[in-house]
Antibody, heavy 119, light 110 residues
Framework: QVQLVESGGGVVQPGRSLRLSCAAS????????IHWVRQAPGKGLEWVAV????????LYADSVKGRFTMSRDNSKNTLYLQMNSLKTEDTAVYYC????????????WGQGTMVTVSP | QSALTQPASVSGSPGQSITISCTGT?????????VSWYQQHPGKAPKLMIY???NRPSGVPDRFSGSKSGNTASLTISGLQAEDEGDYYC??????????FGGGTKLTVL
């Protein structure tokens, strides 16, 4: 079935790094742009970043620009989010989400992976 | 990019109708038809309910409908049911080629 599965979350100290992965199955991964969306505990959804279907285009929210890098390996059907210089305010559940076109809605979501940034 | 504005909470009795608004600017909601709505239950991932302002994905009941006027989009749920209770978020494509979410609305079915 069509699904996205995130992994790599955990507890990390401020200033350290973490890499999240998002594994896709059940569809032609290389045809789709993918976004990262996060949700801090008890808070709403926040858009984080997007990567185009071929990895040629990346865009980031101002809150993570210069610290987070999104990449993909279409041969492995996997997406990555490299998070550097982590801050306590980056604590959240991180979801990857597929879009059917660049302007399209998020039609498939992963289950999320929790990142906790704590001293 | 500022978050889209949604009411913090709405409520209704079973069988009633409710509407959730989502207000942005001409750089997001008002400028594009790429507005979508998501339902989220506690501890779960969001679920797409409406896309491109007023389209329902397969499997979403026709009790859910969307519309837009100017810089404000709306989600209407008619014939409220207990399982509709949860959090609802709107999102829009923006002129910066990014996305922006609303702050979320908690729907309570009385």
């Amino acid at each position: 079935q069509v699904q996205l599965v995130e992994s790599g979350g955990g507890v990390v100290q401020p200033g350290r790094s973490l890499r999240l992965s998002c594994a896709a199955s059940g569809f032609t991964f290389s045809n789709y742009a993918i976004h990262w969306v996060r949700q801090a505990p008890g808070k709403g959804l926040e858009w984080v970043a997007v990567i185009s279907y071929d990895g040629s285009k990346n865009l980031y929210a101002d809150s993570v620009k210069g610290r987070f890098t999104m990449s993909r390996d279409n041969s492995k059907n996997t997406l990555y989010l490299q998070m550097n210089s982590l801050k306590t305010e980056d604590t959240a559940v991180y979801y990857c989400a597929r879009v059917g076109g660049w302007y399209a809605a998020f039609d498939i979501w992963g289950q999320g992976t929790m990142v906790t940034v704590s001293p | 990019q500022s978050a889209l504005t949604q009411p913090a909470s709405v409520s209704g009795s079973p069988g009633q109708s409710i509407t959730i608004s989502c207000t942005g600017t001409s750089s997001d909601v008002g400028g594009y038809n790429s507005v979508s709505w998501y339902q989220q239950h506690p501890g779960k991932a969001p679920k797409l309910m409406i896309y491109d302002v007023n389209n329902r994905p397969s499997g979403v009941p026709d009790r859910f409908s969307g519309s837009k006027s100017g810089n404000t989009a709306s989600l209407t749920i008619s014939g409220l049911q207990a399982e509709d209770e949860g959090d609802y978020y709107c999102t829009s494509y923006t002129s910066s080629d990014t996305r922006v979410f609303g702050g979320g609305t908690k729907l309570t079915v009385l």
